[in-house]
């Protein structure tokens, strides 16, 4: 089989210079790692060259791994360890020419060189750690060499790229160069070889880390940070010992040694391949297979927003949060009020916290426009209404629109699961209408289920997937039913959380699960935020009969007839167990004849989570998400699921269908229809099969 990518070997004078080509960015792929370690042997052969330089072709230097080798068997040509350990023992000077992007094992190419040059403009990272890893091609023993071990650690752990003039202040690069870098690089190799060749291997530095010998507090410090930053998560303990090691070991090999150990349990713990399914199911979920990349989209450059309530100034607060100017209309001055003096405490707030300046806070606030006139919002080029989640109020709202906005405009709504196609019908353009589910709160949430009506129009769903890349959040498109993807979920996760409690559970034994699981939040946690009395009011309202009241959501309804409606009145602390709740309950049970059980841990877990995955199967099977793993970045994104998972159905998978398929059977003999399997699932059990395969 052909090697991947090459590496172009000239000379300038008396120095070879290897440029690395591999496009787009120049992954450490098959032909890379063969031509460097060609390319530095001919050099060395050479005795007219006296030094070398290493750069990339096109924008990058070299941003990594190649990740579609990850798991291949065997890859072809040399190995990275082998073209490391030829470059670090070159006996001629290499420097590296950091023309862009040094990722991961890129920066580790750059790390055995003897000098690095940078172009201003050059991301340095090591982003290991967000895909369950660490920098394993001897980025953890040399980097504590060459810049200390605190720094080597925020680096590492953060996994957050910086530019080269800041990678210049952390020690890890010598210079940062204007103008072209290679050319800088050349002339910055020939002083070195003027001034007498002098190598500089950073295995052989001690300075740095003799400072760090026996600073115990420093490791301590930097675990007690990512048990609660990167609760739950692997590689970071890793990572943390690996500098240690670099420290303590006494020599580099036995460091190495320990880096090799590391990497070797991040790779074969399932944290690895759920993060690296989340990496390639971000990028997955921009691609909709009938609106091809190059659909044209409008340009968005000013905005409205109907409704100043708790999603209207969020998503008021996204858009000014990027620049773009925002147009804000409510019913009365009295809510305009409200919501903006809303959205400014949340900056002022922000400006507290050190997150944003005063200055910007003015000019964000700057870019909000309060008015009460529909004819103030017709020039924007989008417009999302997020009031009363009532769809008689919504179609009437959106015939106003349809009076004023300019032609072509979008026309979204924020609904968390109404029909997006009777809000269409009540335009005349039903082509510019889209669903743009934001979740709450808007400025902070990252997902963005866009929801295509059946006649929304490509350009329009094409414009709503660029606006949420804009907005800064990871937009997943859905087919317009109820609930859409995350909420039709949901649904059957707090419906089984309710009836577990009833049957023998408590509410603490739930959320204890679920957070132990890994969830931000317990169902119950959530509940108690959010207000138990929302859904006990919509039943008062609508009139519906206490024995029409669903059985799940009895014990919630006796709490509000007692004002207890959570957190937001007073109410203690979401986790603190309290007898009263447990006797209600209780009293629930006896009245509905449901004799109380002890349920144990492992059928709690599953009775919440599974609902998840069998009500996902029907949301493919039905054709309203357009892959599996789409669901993963909506539960991620949206839900406080683990990220650490994979999502929902990544996390099935990894248990095994066949294990998921055989224990909801069980449940639907036990407990009944809602735990009727999908038939995509018992299809894919019978054949063998993955969600990939559909
Ligand atoms: P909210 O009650 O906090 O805000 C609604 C606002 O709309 C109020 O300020 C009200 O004065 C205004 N409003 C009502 N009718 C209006 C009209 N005809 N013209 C102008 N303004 C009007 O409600 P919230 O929570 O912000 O929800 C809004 C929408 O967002 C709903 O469709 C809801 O389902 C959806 N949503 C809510 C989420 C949440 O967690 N609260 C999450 C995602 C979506």
């Excluded at 530095?40 to 052969?45: F, I, R, T, W």
């Excluded at 580790?108 to 690095?116: H, I, N, P």
């Excluded at 809303?342 to 944003?356: A, S």
Aim: net charge neutral; with cysteine.
């Amino acid at each position: 089989m052909a090697l991947k990518g090459t590496v172009h070997y000239e000379t300038r004078g008396q120095v070879a210079v290897l440029t690395v080509d591999n496009p787009p960015v120049n992954p450490l792929s098959s032909g890379v790692r063969q031509g460097l370690f060609d390319g530095v042997a001919k050099a060395l052969s050479d005795d007219a060259i006296k030094a070398i330089v290493v750069t990339g072709a096109n924008r990058a230097f070299i941003a990594g791994a190649d990740i579609s080798e990850f798991g291949a068997a065997g890859s072809e040509g040399a190995s990275l360890h082998e073209v490391l350990t030829r470059m670090e023992n070159s006996t001629k000077p290499i420097v590296a020419a950091l023309n862009g992007t040094a990722f991961g094992g890129g920066l580790e190419v750059a790390l055995c060189c003897d000098y690095r040059v940078a172009a201003p403009t050059a991301p340095v990272g090591l982003p290991e750690v967000k895909l369950g890893l660490l920098p394993g091609a001897g980025g953890t023993q040399r980097l504590p060499r060459l810049v200390g071990a605190q720094r080597a650690l925020d680096f590492i752990l953060s996994g957050d790229p910086v530019l080269a003039p800041e990678a210049r202040e952390l020690g890890i690069v010598d210079e940062v160069a204007e103008g072209n870098v290679v050319e800088a690089a050349v002339a910055f190799a020939k002083d070195v070889v003027a001034k007498g060749a002098k190598l500089r291997k950073i295995r052989n530095e001690t300075t740095k880390i003799d400072a760090d010998r026996g600073n115990v507090e420093l490791f301590a410090e930097a675990r007690k940070r990512t048990a609660s930053t990167m609760r739950g998560r692997f590689a970071p303990e890793m990572i943390i010992r690996c500098v240690e090691a670099a420290v303590n070991a006494g020599d580099f090999d036995a460091g190495l040694q320990v880096e090799r150990e590391c990497f070797a349990k991040c790779l074969a713990h399932p944290q690895r391949a759920a993060l690296i399914h989340m990496f390639f199911a971000e990028r997955e979920c921009a691609k909709i297979p009938d609106v091809p990349k190059d659909t044209a989209t409008k340009s968005i450059k000013s905005a409205a927003v109907v409704g100043c309530g708790t999603m209207g100034g969020g998503i008021a607060m996204c858009f000014a949060n990027v620049g773009i100017p925002v147009t804000i209309l409510e019913m009365d001055g009295k809510a305009l009020d409200r919501g903006l003096g809303v959205i400014r405490k949340n900056y002022d707030r922000m400006v507290n916290r050190g997150r944003i300046t005063p200055a910007e806070l003015d000019q964000r606030m700057s870019l909000l426009t309060g008015t009460l006139d529909y004819a103030a919002l017709g020039q924007a080029d989008v417009v999302i209404e997020a009031v009363y989640e009532n769809i008689d109020v919504k179609v009437d709202v959106f015939k106003k629109l349809e009076g004023v906005m300019k032609p072509g405009a979008v026309i979204a709504s924020n609904t968390s699961g109404l029909d997006v196609d009777r809000m269409a019908a009540a335009t005349s353009r039903p082509q510019d209408v889209i669903g743009l589910h934001f979740f709450s709160p808007a400025n902070v949430m990252r997902l963005l289920e866009v929801v295509r009506g059946k006649e929304t129009s490509k350009e329009t769903i094409a414009t709503a997937m660029q606006l949420g890349r804009t907005l800064k959040k990871i937009a997943v498109l859905s087919g317009n039913a109820p609930g859409f993807i995350g909420n039709r979920m949901l649904a059957g996760y707090t419906r089984q959380a309710g009836e577990v409690i009833l049957q023998g559970a408590t509410p603490y034994q739930v959320d204890g699960v679920l957070t132990k699981f890994g969830m931000a939040m317990g169902p119950f946690q959530m509940n108690d935020l959010v207000g138990l009395d929302l859904g006990w009011r919509a039943r008062k309202l609508s009139g519906m009969k206490p024995e029409d009241v669903p059985i799940t959501a009895r014990v919630a309804d006796k709490l509000c007839e007692l004002e207890r409606f959570g957190q937001k009145n007073g109410g203690s602390r979401a986790g603190t167990p309290d007898p009263e709740v447990v006797e209600l309950i209780e009293q629930t049970s006896a009245e509905l004849g449901i004799k109380r059980r002890k349920i144990d841990d492992d059928e709690v877990l599953k009775r919440c989570l599974y609902p998840l995955v069998n009500e996902g199967c029907r949301i493919l099977e039905d054709g309203i998400a357009l892959r599996a793993s789409d669901i993963d970045i909506v539960y991620l994104n949206g839900y406080g699921f683990p990220e650490v998972t994979g999502g929902p159905m990544f996390w099935a998978e990894q248990q095994g269908l066949a294990n998921v398929l055989a224990d909801i059977e069980k449940f639907h003999a036990e407990y009944g229809d809602a735990w009727r399997p999908s038939e995509l699932l018992k299809r894919l059990v019978a054949e063998g099969k993955g969600f990939s395969s559909i």
